[in-house]
């Protein structure tokens, strides 16, 4: 489990060398920071079974208001079946209510009209 603070000293710190060190049964769980899982190693590690799996509640990319679109990562982790997201929502900041609300909102008015929802999980 990775609940480090993101520094120089951590950034990267879990790279394609210490992935390949994991037992095939290992699952990463990281709760610290995105940044300190190299994610190219990480997304190969996983599409490639190298290890069982990874919990992942942090990301090296969030929405902003500017660009609430904005995706976690470059590469499709939610479309691998050895992975749980989880949305790193635990933080206050500014705007996140109004932000949450107009998120329902926006997915309640998709659901009148009969269009797909944003942000489901399969």
């Known amino acids: 489990m990775i609940a ?3 520094a120089p000293q951590t950034e990267r710190l879990i790279d394609a060398r ?7 049964s290992a699952v990463l ?10 994610e190219d190693a990480l997304y190969a590690a996983l599409k490639e079974k190298r290890i069982r799996g990874a919990t992942l509640d942090v990301w ?6 500017d ?3 904005l995706a976690p990562s470059k590469h499709p982790f939610h479309e691998l079946d050895n992975v749980w997201m989880t949305p790193h929502t635990a933080a206050w900041t ?4 109004e932000r949450r609300w107009s998120e329902i ?3 309640l008015d998709r659901l009148a009209r009969g269009e797909p929802l944003r942000h489901q999980l399969r």
């Open 29 to 38: 769980i990281n709760v610290g920071r995105g940044p300190i899982v190299e």
């Open 60 to 65: 090296n990319a969030y929405p902003s208001k």
């Open 105 to 107: 909102a926006e997915n």
């Open 18 to 24: 210490r992935l390949a060190k994991m037992k095939p």
């Open 4 to 6: 480090a603070a993101l």
């Open 67 to 69: 660009n609430l679109s």
């Open 94 to 97: 500014t705007g996140m209510v």
